[in-house]
């Protein structure tokens, strides 16, 4: 089973970041609740579910984004949405997600101290923002001078096929260092990484 992370983290950024995205899992094969999904033997779009880009991709990150959604449902042919969250609502939903709180480095020795709160992760605007912040932080992993957000789907989404897809808007910045990624939920193979990471 795979577990869904987003997180934000610091390399020496003093400048406050955001990061913003949407998150669904589409299905073609058994559920964490042991129900089974057939997927169709009808072909796969060649475009990402969901949007289509009117222009091309655009590297300034102050501009607007220029997607328009194209199907609502955002399924492919043959697939069975299991998990979604558009983050419209006015909180971070906590029966989809957990906030992971410490200052132990993640494993990369990063910088910041992963917080729970609304400084460094909330909704805005239909919209998930993990902002890092330069800031003085202290919790009981010692001080940190950075923070930031670390959600993850841990026993609230955990699926074992499937697809997985999200749209992400990106910072950008030396000390930056956003991710999206999946970690097993059960660590048969040994501890990080012997048991996988898909990043």
Partial sequence: ML???????????????????????????????????EPSSAPEPDSAPGVQPTSEPNADP??????????????????????????????????????????????????????????????????????????????TDGTRNYTSARLRTINKGDWTYGRIEARIRLPYGQGIWPAFWMLPTDWVYGGWAASGEID
């Fill in 3 to 37: 577990v869904l992370i987003l997180m934000m983290g610091c390399r020496g950024k003093k400048d406050p970041v955001a990061s913003q995205t949407d998150t669904e899992v589409i299905d073609s094969g058994s559920t964490d609740n042991g129900t089974t999904l």
């Fill in 62 to 139: 102050d501009q607007e984004d220029t997607a328009t959604e194209v199907d609502p449902e955002g399924l492919r042919d043959g697939w069975v949405l299991v998990w979604r969250d558009e983050f419209s609502g006015s909180e971070i939903d906590t029966n989809k997600w957990e906030f992971e709180v410490n200052g132990q480095g993640g494993g990369n020795n990063e910088l910041q101290y992963y917080t729970d709160r609304s400084e460094n992760s909330r909704i805005e605007n239909d919209a998930l923002v993990i902002e890092a912040r330069s800031e003085s932080y202290t919790g």
